[in-house]
């Protein structure tokens, strides 16, 4: 199957930093790229679906401020959490459909587990 | 508005005994349907997919589901676990774009 990469794969930061996680399709081109969020124990929560050269699209509740999502090329999304608190630790899972497919799955990247202290 | 849900939380089984987990789905249309695994601290790995056709599909490692559209169900079978397959099993729905997860499975296979 298609490579989604994630990176980093784990990240510690200051509270009041920012954090910025990257999701890359390796071999395929993604025009839609979605951001989940899941706590310990906990399904995914859709956060954000991210649209190559527009704005991404925020689910309810989702503060669109301090969860920025830039989607330049069609094989790169970048999800920035700005001024970090620890209520925003949490794992971060990409995912990206290949556009050049009908009726295909979107694949995942491996996550990223981020911790604010 | 689409909504899965798995109603066991936590399912123990025996190495080598049956599996299924099950999934039951609300969705508008003609649903598209998932089964993914999460091992602890890891991403998702697609175990198999519904999209038409054939209502019983086959997945990887041993794994198949069957879609009954009467029951809006699509539940997981495995017929003899092994304990590699300890894990997090989430079932998802969802059209060509986003992804409505179920709260998941968690699986543990005792010896």
């Known amino acids: 199957g298609a490579v989604v990469s994630q990176h980093p794969s784990w990240v510690i930061c200051k509270s009041g930093t920012s954090v910025k996680i990257e999701c890359r399709s390796l071999?395929?081109?993604?025009?839609?790229m979605f951001w989940y969020r899941q706590f310990p124990k906990q399904s995914l929560m859709l956060m954000a679906t991210s649209n190559e050269g527009s704005k991404a699209t925020y689910e309810q509740g989702v503060e669109k401020d301090k969860f920025l999502i830039n989607h330049a090329s069609l094989t790169l999304s970048t999800l920035t959490v700005t001024s970090a608190h620890p209520e925003d630790s949490s794992f971060y899972i990409c995912?990206?459909?290949?556009?050049?497919?009908?009726?295909?799955?979107?694949?995942f990247g491996q996550g990223t587990r981020l911790t604010v202290v | 508005a689409q909504s899965v849900t798995q109603p066991d939380i936590h399912i123990t089984v025996s190495e080598g005994a049956s599996l299924e987990l099950r999934c039951n789905y609300s969705?508008?249309?003609?649903?598209?349907l998932f089964w993914y695994v999460q091992s602890p601290g890891q991403g998702l790995q697609l175990l198999l997919k519904?999209?038409?056709?054939?209502?019983l599909v086959q997945g990887i490692k041993g794994f198949e589901a069957e879609f009954k559209r009467s029951q809006s169900s699509f539940n997981l079978r495995k017929p003899s676990v092994h304990w590699s397959d300890a894990a997090e099993y989430f079932c998802?729905?969802?059209?060509?774009?986003?992804?409505?997860f179920g709260t998941g499975t968690r699986l543990t296979i005792i010896p």
């Open positions: 995912s990206a459909r290949d556009v050049g497919l009908m009726n295909t799955e979107a694949f």
């Open positions: 071999d395929f081109q993604a025009t839609t």
């Open positions: 998802a729905v969802g059209g060509n774009e986003k992804l409505t």
């Open positions: 519904y999209f038409s056709g054939d209502t």
């Open positions: 969705y508008g249309a003609t649903p598209y």
